[in-house]
């Protein structure tokens, strides 16, 4: 059922760094249209500190009290990856709407665990992908849509950032039980999304990963060759290892190369827009970037969630169409491990990938990331 245009109630489950600096500034943007009524936290300093902030009537440690107490149309989860998949049911069958913080789960399993707690209508959870939000990200899924600029050929899909040891310290990241994977799980996968947001479905997945300089259960970086069903083909690279930092998209199409450059956000000005050498038609060619200047963010996001729930209408980055960027995920991880191409179509239960990225096997996983440390030992052995 549609919801009443205003106010929508909000609670926040989690009150850390994610919450404070990005969630709650968003959804004190949005004005009139929600408010937020409680936030909820295993800590009750931290969850205090966060309310006082932003002046939230509630706090509380225990999400089912809060959500038995506050009835929010819109539960928020900033929580760490692993209590993504417990939040975000609790939120559905309270009656809320979700909207959740990337990576959404920590397998597919869990993924599908949650759809099967959505209803038609909502409440749906949707997940935070806002890189697919800002107008330049929107006018080039309006030209793919066209064919404007012709067939999409080559993709590159890079994010290259830079971790110190020192990140890693926090005892839930870059472990497979609590964060589910390394920089391809909790880093590339917001460029990843936006690539398979704007040419679609793959088929294959070949990649390589490897723990080189980062203390941790998990890849530091990995490598892959993808086909898309469409027959282009595109490189991703996911990086913690990369001193300049750099967010980097490109897609090579019959008529141009449309290119983002960025690090944790873009606005207009961080696209390129490359006519090929044949099309010379300067109207056309100045048709191509988009009018307004809608950065990618958090906000812009949520725009799109609450309109969704004001329509009763499943929101973008949900469902089907949040899974993708999972399953390739998946896809990589196996290819990873097995050393061979996975395609799409194997990506289920009884594939033991589907229930958790190392396969379940964190030995095995171990072995293949630190290949090049066991021989070094092997060889002075």
């Avoid at 999400?63 to 819109?74: F, G, I, K, T, V």
């Avoid at 873009?266 to 090929?276: E, F, G, I, V």
């Amino acid at each position: 059922m549609p919801l009443p245009p205003t106010p929508i109630r909000v609670a926040v489950a989690g009150a850390g760094g994610i919450a404070s600096g990005v969630h709650l500034p968003a959804l004190a943007a949005a004005g009139e249209a929600v408010r937020v009524t409680a936030v909820c936290d295993l800590d009750p300093v931290r969850a205090g500190e966060l309310a006082d902030a932003h002046g939230i009537p509630g706090r509380y440690t225990d999400l089912a009290a809060m959500l038995a107490a506050e009835s929010p149309d819109l539960l928020v989860v900033a929580t760490p990856p692993v209590a993504h998949r417990e939040a975000v049911i609790a939120g559905l069958r309270a009656g809320a709407w979700v909207w959740c913080e990337k990576p959404p789960t920590l397998s597919l399993a869990e993924y599908d665990e949650i759809a099967a707690c959505e209803k038609e209508g909502g409440p749906y959870a949707a997940y935070v992908f806002q890189h697919r939000s800002g107008s330049a990200a929107r006018r080039l899924r309006r030209h793919l849509a066209t064919g404007e600029l012709g067939r999409p050929h080559v993709a590159v899909c890079n994010t290259l950032w830079y971790r110190g040891h020192d990140y890693f310290e926090v005892p839930w990241r870059a472990k497979w039980a609590t964060e589910g994977g390394g920089p391809t799980m909790g880093h590339g996968i917001h460029q990843m999304d936006l690539l398979l947001d704007l040419l679609g479905d793959w088929d294959e997945v070949h990649a390589v990963a490897a723990t080189l300089g980062r203390r941790t259960e998990t890849e530091d970086v990995s490598f892959a060759i993808v086909r898309f069903a469409n027959g282009a083909i595109g490189s991703i690279v996911n990086s913690v290892l990369s001193p300049r930092e750099t967010s980097y998209l490109r897609f090579d199409f019959t008529d141009a190369t449309v290119e983002v450059e960025h690090l944790y956000g873009y606005d207009n000005s961080h696209w390129r827009w490359t006519p090929a050498p044949h099309v010379t038609d300067q109207d056309r060619i100045a048709g191509w970037p988009p009018e307004e200047d809608v950065p990618s963010s958090h906000r812009a996001q949520l725009a799109e969630v609450l309109a969704a729930m004001r329509a009763g209408e499943r929101p973008p980055a949900s469902g089907a169409d949040g899974r993708r960027v999972m399953e390739l995920i998946t896809g990589m991880y196996q290819s990873a491990f097995t050393g061979r191409p996975v395609t799409r179509a194997e990506l289920g239960p009884p594939n033991p990938f589907y229930h958790a990225l190392n396969g379940g096997d964190p030995a095995r996983a171990a072995a293949v990331l630190r290949r090049d440390e066991h021989e070094e030992s092997s060889n002075r052995d």
